[in-house]
Every structure is written in structure tokens, then in C-alpha cells.
């Protein structure tokens, strides 16, 4: 049996079958990412819920797996060699997993890379952004009464939004015919703009037609469906 006691987050979150991958998440847009992910591939995991919402990811034990103190995490007992892998960011999560199952990049490498600059624009823009004007227009920071904030991270959006409906024009996924981690990486937020933090109406969402009808479709696949809610809330 593979041992993983040696892994402090392991105290916690104990592993019910240690063979199993690991996953310590919270259904928000850059939790469900993985597990949305391990549904699509078919890799038996665990998931452990890490509530962010008690700061459980502050704690001595989830901070030994991800000092950084941020959702997903994941250890994967039979990683490269064989060996225990402790890995975190979604982006990283992602591709490690693709790559370990062989599916859901293309094995074309230009094609790859071309995946996977989709994957760092949701990284880098789309996830940043999105989340700073759901501060600005529906948490703490829709109580403020400048809303320069609100309105700069809303136009940013609204920019980023017109980017991805470009590329979708046309297009099935991200990168055409194949749905690939790319889709994974952006469809939780393009979702969660528009559904939780009640920026449709602000920016025009409906407008984004191709983008819309794209999140329909990915909304519509089982695997999403069943990994949006993986781990449950309490």
C-alpha cells in the first residue's frame, strides 16, 4: 500500500485509500477546474473539502502541501518514478493531469502549446480579473461609493470576454473540434461571472454569443455537471 502518512496535510485530510489521488479543493471557479478535470479523464481520486470560508487553507497542514494557502492542492501517490507528487495551482494541476492520462491536450506540439496559452490567459487575465470585479460589484467592495474600481475591473472584463468571443467565433472549443483542459480552465469563471457574482446584466454578457453558447455547451457535459459540485459544501 502506497504510504503517505510522511505528508503533514495527510493528519486532516486522511486518505481513505491512499493508492487514490488526493484532492484537497472547494467548489469555486479554480477548485471545480481539477475536479471537473479528474471526471473528464476518468483517475480515481479523493476529494477532500478544504472550506476556505473557516480558512482552512491557512492551517499548519494544507500550508505544508501549498505555502501559498490557496485551493486546489493536490498529492498523487504514484507520480513520476512511482514516487508520491504533491502539486498546487490549478494551471499546473491541469496540465499534470492531462499529461498523465493522455488525454484532453493535444499531442500535436504546436497544438499543445497553442492549449496551453489558452490555459495561462485564463491564469493570468481571466481569473484575476473576473474575481476582483466580483469583489468591486457584489462583496464588501460593492459598499463602497467610488466605483472607479468596480467600473475599471468591469471594463477589463468586458475586454477579456470579447477576446474569447473572437475565438470561439466559429469554433466548437477553445481549440476547435477538441475539448481540451483550455475549456476546463475558463468555462468555471466565464460561469461564475455571470451566474454567482451577477455581472450579466453590467457587462452585456448575453451579447457574447458564441462565448454563451459555448458555456452551454460545456455546462451541458456530464463530467461538469458532476464535478461543479465536487467536493460538496457543507
Not at 470560508?53 to 493536490?74: C, H, M, Q, R, V
Not at 454563451?212 to 461538469?224: I, K, T
Amino acid at each position: 500500500m502506497t504510504e503517505l502518512s510522511s505528508f503533514p496535510i495527510t493528519r486532516r485530510w486522511p486518505a481513505a485509500d491512499p493508492g487514490k489521488l488526493q484532492l484537497y479543493s472547494f467548489p469555486t471557479p479554480n477548485g471545480v477546474k481539477i475536479s471537473i478535470a479528474l471526471e473528464e479523464l476518468g483517475l480515481p481520486y479523493e476529494a477532500h473539502a478544504v472550506d476556505i470560508g473557516k480558512d482552512e487553507s491557512w492551517t499548519e497542514d494544507f500550508l505544508s502541501l501549498n505555502p501559498n494557502g490557496k485551493i486546489p492542492a493536490i498529492l498523487d501517490p504514484n507520480g513520476p518514478g512511482g514516487k508520491p507528487l504533491p502539486l498546487f495551482e490549478s494551471g499546473a494541476i491541469l496540465l499534470y493531469l492531462a499529461e498523465k492520462a493522455g488525454k484532453l491536450l493535444p499531442s500535436d506540439p504546436a497544438l499543445r502549446y497553442e492549449t496551453i496559452q489558452w490555459v495561462f490567459f485564463q491564469m493570468g487575465g481571466i481569473g484575476p480579473m473576473f474575481g476582483q470585479l466580483g469583489f468591486f460589484h457584489k462583496f464588501a467592495g460593492s459598499e463602497f461609493e467610488d466605483k472607479r474600481p468596480r467600473d475599471r475591473y468591469a471594463k477589463e472584463s468586458k475586454r477579456l470576454l470579447g477576446v474569447l468571443e473572437k475565438r470561439l467565433e466559429s469554433r466548437q472549443w477553445i481549440m476547435g473540434d477538441e475539448y481540451t483542459i483550455a475549456d476546463i480552465a475558463i468555462f468555471p469563471w466565464v460561469r461564475t461571472l455571470k451566474v454567482f457574482y451577477n455581472a450579466g446584466e453590467l457587462l452585456g454578457m448575453d451579447d457574447f454569443k458564441s462565448t454563451m453558447a459555448w458555456l452551454d455547451r460545456c455546462l451541458e457535459r456530464p463530467a461538469a455537471q458532476r464535478g461543479l459540485s465536487i467536493p460538496p459544501r457543507e
